[in-house]
């Protein structure tokens, strides 16, 4: 989506029912919006640990405020009401996949390690 | 000239990008009337917008709280945001998609963007132990 968005913003606007002669200024942001999704989501793609942890949990921020502003879009009729339904569609199923890759074992969740025993003595 | 530390290049960052980010989600008509951008010809404009600015907020929260390999990489992902966000703005100002205004002050900010990225990513950035401190001892109270 953030490749599309910023090598081929057209269309993107079109699957948002926008025309894109219609309003050519709207290629700009999608590009500002498709080089940030595309470096955010490169952090997801990194070994476990707590750089993916990190972007885990980035993305499932991201991907709700998504769905919040697709919701104010369809309500504002910013978008088509067609459109503002797919919008928003996507970023939910984006939301219950960050959600699983939070509740995955060795991913975003955070887990409880053991308290450590400061009275203890290592190799007493 | 006093040479521009990494330190202070970081701050600039997260300023702009705790300003400009919620600022385009709360108030997406607002912003594209800074950047210039003609959003009565563009209805879909406010929700670009808004997804710009969540995205632009979440690389200021990793850039302030992600563990210092991180936190590094994503300085260093404000140079080429930016860089791209310049190159964006020159390439929609060509082509008349925006008025010429805003790709020149577009392609400005994200050129001074992309060298404050520069110097911050490229230098080892430290953050103030108070503020790691005080960050633990509120994640300890939870």
């Known amino acids: ?124 | 000239m006093p040479a521009l530390s990494a330190g202070v290049a970081e701050r600039l960052i997260l300023a702009v990008r705790f300003s400009l980010g919620p600022l385009s989600y709360l108030a997406p008509r607002f912003t594209g009337r800074v950047m210039l951008l003609p959003a009565g010809r563009n209805d879909a404009m406010p929700y670009l917008v808004r997804l710009f600015g969540i995205r632009d907020l979440a690389l200021g929260v990793g850039a302030l709280l992600a563990p210092q390999p991180t936190r590094q990489r994503i300085l260093r992902y404000s140079a080429v945001i930016d860089a791209a966000d310049a190159v964006a703005a020159v390439f929609a100002g060509t082509r008349g998609d925006i008025p010429v205004a805003a790709s020149v002050e577009a392609a400005l900010a994200g050129s001074v963007g992309a060298g404050l990225g520069l110097i911050a990513g490229a230098l080892e950035v430290r953050v103030p132990t108070w503020w790691r401190a005080g960050f633990r001892s509120r994640r300890a109270l939870k």
Request: hydrophobic content about 45%.
């Open chain 1, 1 to 124: 989506m953030g490749s599309v968005g910023l090598f081929a913003p057209t269309l993107l606007m079109r699957r948002l029912s926008v025309n894109p002669k219609e309003q050519p200024g709207m290629a700009y942001p999608f590009r500002m919006f498709g080089i940030r999704t595309v470096l955010i989501g490169t952090d997801l793609l990194r070994p476990d640990g707590l750089e993916r942890q990190h972007a885990v949990r980035v993305a499932l921020l991201i991907h709700a405020t998504d769905v919040f502003a697709a919701v104010i879009a369809a309500v504002r009729g910013e978008l088509p009401r067609r459109a503002a339904l797919t919008a928003t569609t996507i970023s939910g199923c984006n939301v219950l996949l960050s959600l699983g890759a939070w509740l995955l074992p060795d991913s975003g969740r955070p887990t409880m390690a053991p308290p450590r025993d400061h009275n203890s003595v290592r190799g007493a």
